[in-house]
């Protein structure tokens, strides 16, 4: 079936510094549709990027992402980090069928620090 | 904006107990969905529905059973509860289409003594 894998399960940063999350699927589907949930302290987990278009970038709120077929990965990118951004970064896969499920990864916990 | 609300947003049960955790949208959509958060596993699917009248099991839906009693209501039941369901439980909703985006509830956490 179709599975997510995010490698880091703690990615620590100094602010300013650039952020890269690892994210890669698997799917028997040609169809992938992404995305990057990101969920703060407190909050509901929101989407903060998607994409289902091969090697095109996508940007929302200073991150960016895209989406590699050929690699099947879709990691998620900001160039410098701030206190803010500091959150559980959630990549999902959409499943091949109308009923809108996902499959997550497990998540990956950021922290800046100052 | 989307609005989806659950109720409550803090539970503590005894071992065997019912709860009924409730979710609310009203965004109409059709589809809602129940996670369980926990550390490691990330956002797991418990059970999720097209419509009023239907409900189907996600990946892990042993120990939970739901209910879709209108378009706008979902509820996770656990009829015999166990402390291996201490967990925080999401619920969302979400329109089929072109992205499928899913807005999520704040959450219930449940503690299960």
């Given amino acids: ?114 | 904006e989307a609005a989806v609300t659950q109720s409550p947003r803090n539970k503590v049960a005894v071992t065997g107990g019912k709860v009924t955790l409730s979710c609310n949208q009203t965004n109409n959509h059709n589809n809602m969905y129940w996670y369980r958060q926990d550390t490691g596993h990330g956002l797991r699917l418990i059970h999720y529905s097209y419509g009023a009248g239907s409900t189907e099991k996600g990946d892990i839906p042993d120990g939970y059973k739901a209910s879709r009693p209108s378009q706008e209501n979902f509820s996770l039941i656990l009829e015999l509860a166990t402390p291996s369901q201490t967990s925080v439980y999401f619920c969302a909703s979400g329109e089929t289409g072109s992205s499928y985006e899913q807005y999520f509830g704040p959450g219930t956490r449940l503690t299960v003594l």
Wanted: aromatic fraction near 10%; charged fraction near 15%.
């Fill in chain 1, 1 to 114: 079936g179709d599975s997510v894998t995010q490698k880091e399960g703690l990615v620590t940063l100094t602010e300013g510094l650039p952020v890269m999350l690892n994210c890669t699927y698997q799917t028997i589907y040609s169809n992938a549709f992404l995305f990057w949930y990101v969920h703060y302290l407190n909050e509901s987990p929101r989407l903060l990027l998607k994409s289902s278009t091969d090697n095109k970038r996508t940007e929302h709120q200073g991150f960016h992402a895209t989406l590699h077929k050929s690699s099947s990965s879709f990691h998620l990118q900001k160039s410098s980090a701030q206190l803010s951004d500091s959150a559980l970064y959630y990549c999902a896969l959409r499943h091949n069928t109308n009923t809108g499920k996902l499959t997550f990864g497990d998540g990956t916990v950021l922290t800046v620090k100052p």
